[in-house]
C-alpha cells in the first residue's frame, strides 16, 4: 500500500467511540487507525462486534445514544468551495453540527445492511431520493424527480421512471438495496461507506450489486469502505484491507499482502479459519480459540494475547502495542513487530519469518510457500 500524501482522502487516527451503560463503558471503538486513498476500495473484517460498523458510523457523527466519539480524528483531506485543497476533523464536530450535515452525502455518503434503515415506509422512492438531492443543490423538484430517474437506471433498476412513484415495500430486498445506492450516489460522494450492503441479498443478486459498486467506482473514481465477513468478497473488490479486533485496528495494508503474508497472529488466525479454494477437504477448520472479550472490561495490554500462540508473558499482558510501519506499508499493532522483541521472536526486518503455528497443518504448509511466493 504505497501512499502518496495526495493520494489519501480520509485518515481516521486514535479514535476511540464508547457506549455508557449500566454496567459500565464499553469501548466499541478503542484507538482505530484507518488509512483511506482516493478511489480505492477499503475492506474492513474482524469478527462480529469487533466494532466495524459504530467505527463507520463514527466516520458520520451517526453513532446513537448512548454511544459517542470520545476522542480520536476524523480528518477529511477535501477540495474546499474555491477549489483548494483542505482538511475537516470530522470527530471534533458535533453530531448536528451544520458541517457535518454537509458532509453526509456531499462528500461521504453511507449504505446499511438493511435497505429499511434509511428509505421511509411511506414516501415513494423517487421523492426520497430527489429529497436526498435537493438537500445538497438547489433544483427544481421536476429536475430532481428527473435525476432521480436516471439514478435508478444507472444502478440497474428496469423501468426506472415507473419505479421512481413506487414505494419500497413494493419493492424486492435487491431493488431496495439498488434504491438505497442510487440515493447514497446521488450528490455524488468521493467516499461510499458500505456496511455489508450484501448480506441480506441472495448469492446472484449480490453479485450483481458488487458488480455495479464496482462500475460506479471504476466511472466516478469513488472510494469506498467496504465492511464485510466475507473473504471472498474482499479478495475480488479490495485493494487494501483492514483487521479489527475488539476496537482497534490491528493490521491495515495492500490486500495482496495481507492475504499472503498476514503479519498479526489475529489476521493469520482469521484467515485460517476460512476456508480456501483448492484446498485439500479438511474434516474442521481451525476457530480461533477462546472467545472476544467483553469490551466493558478489556484486558491489560494486547487484547488478544489470552488468544494468541505468540504471546510474550510479561511484555504482551502489560504494554498496548503501538502501531509499527513495516516496509511494504503495512501497519500492525503487535509486540512481535516493535523492532525490540526478544530474541527468538519475530524480526519484520527479516523476509524469511513468517509465523508458522501449525507446522503440520496443510493449511500452514499452504501459507508459507504462498508467502515465500510473495516474499
Ligand atoms: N447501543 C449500544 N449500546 C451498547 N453497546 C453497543 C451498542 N451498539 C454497539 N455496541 C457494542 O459495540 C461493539 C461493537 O459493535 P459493532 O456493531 O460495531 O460490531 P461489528 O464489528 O459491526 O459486528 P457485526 O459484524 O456483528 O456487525 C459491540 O461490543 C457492541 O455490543
Ligand atoms: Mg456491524
Known amino acids: ?9 480520509l485518515e481516521v487516527k486514535g479514535l476511540r467511540t464508547h457506549f455508557t451503560t449500566d454496567t459500565g463503558e464499553v469501548r466499541a471503538v478503542n484507538g482505530a487507525d484507518l488509512t483511506l486513498r482516493r478511489g480505492r476500495t477499503l475492506c474492513v473484517v474482524g469478527e462480529s462486534g469487533c466494532g466495524k460498523s459504530v467505527t463507520a458510523r463514527s466516520i458520520l457523527q ?3 445514544r448512548p454511544g459517542r466519539v470520545v476522542g480520536g480524528q476524523v480528518l477529511l483531506h477535501r477540495r474546499g468551495p474555491g477549489g483548494a485543497a483542505e482538511t475537516v476533523d470530522l470527530a471534533a464536530l458535533g453530531p448536528r ?5 454537509q458532509v453526509r452525502g456531499r462528500d461521504i455518503a453511507m449504505v446499511f445492511q438493511e435497505p429499511m434503515a434509511s428509505l421511509s415506509l411511506v414516501h ?9 438531492i435537493r438537500v445538497h443543490n438547489r433544483v427544481s423538484r421536476a429536475e430532481a424527480r428527473r435525476r432521480s430517474v436516471e439514478l435508478l437506471g444507472r444502478v440497474g433498476i428496469p ?6 412513484d413506487a414505494y419500497p415495500f413494493q419493492l424486492s430486498g435487491g431493488m431496495r438495496q439498488r ?3 442510487a440515493m447514497a450516489l446521488s450528490c455524488e460522494p468521493e467516499l461510499l461507506i458500505a456496511d455489508e450492503p450484501t448480506t441480506a441479498l441472495d448469492v446472484t443478486t449480490q453479485a450483481q450489486i458488487l458488480d455495479l459498486l464496482a462500475d460506479l467506482q471504476d466511472s466516478r473514481g469513488m472510494a469506498m469502505l467496504f465492511i464485510t465477513h466475507d473473504m471472498g468478497v474482499v479478495a475480488e473488490i479490495a485493494d487494501d484491507v483492514a483487521v479489527m479486533y475488539l476496537g482497534s485496528v490491528v493490521e491495515q495494508g ?3 499482502g495481507v492475504f499472503h ?4 497472529p489475529y489476521t493469520r488466525a482469521l484467515l485460517e479459519s476460512v476456508p480456501r479454494m483448492g484446498a485439500p477437504r479438511r474434516e474442521r477448520l481451525p476457530a480461533i480459540r477462546g472467545s472476544v472479550p467483553d469490551p466493558a472490561h478489556q484486558p491489560s495490554g494486547c487484547v488478544f494475547r489470552d488468544r494468541c500462540d505468540h504471546a510474550m508473558p510479561g511484555r504482551c499482558d502489560t504494554t498496548v502495542p503501538p502501531p509499527v510501519s513495516l516496509a511494504d506499508g503495512r501497519r500492525v499493532r503487535c509486540l512481535l513487530y516493535g523492532g525490540d522483541a526478544p530474541a527468538g521472536h519475530a524480526d519484520p526486518a527479516d523476509p524469511a519469518h513468517q509465523f508458522r503455528p501449525d507446522p503440520a497443518g496443510a493449511s500452514a504448509r499452504r501459507a508459507d510457500e504462498e508467502a515465500a511466493d510473495a516474499d
Not at 97 to 101: E, F, M, T, V, Y
Not at 261 to 264: D, K, L, T
Request: charged share 30%.
Open 1 to 9: 500500500m504505497s501512499t502518496q500524501p495526495d493520494d489519501v482522502l
Open 261 to 264: 503474508a498476514p503479519r498479526h
Open 124 to 132: 415513494r422512492v423517487g421523492n426520497q431520493i430527489g429529497e436526498a
Open 97 to 101: 453540527d451544520r458541517r457535518i450535515r
Open 159 to 164: 423501468a426506472p421512471e415507473r419505479i421512481v
Open 62 to 64: 451517526l453513532v446513537e
Open 179 to 181: 434504491v438505497m445506492i
Open 254 to 256: 495492500a490486500v495482496d
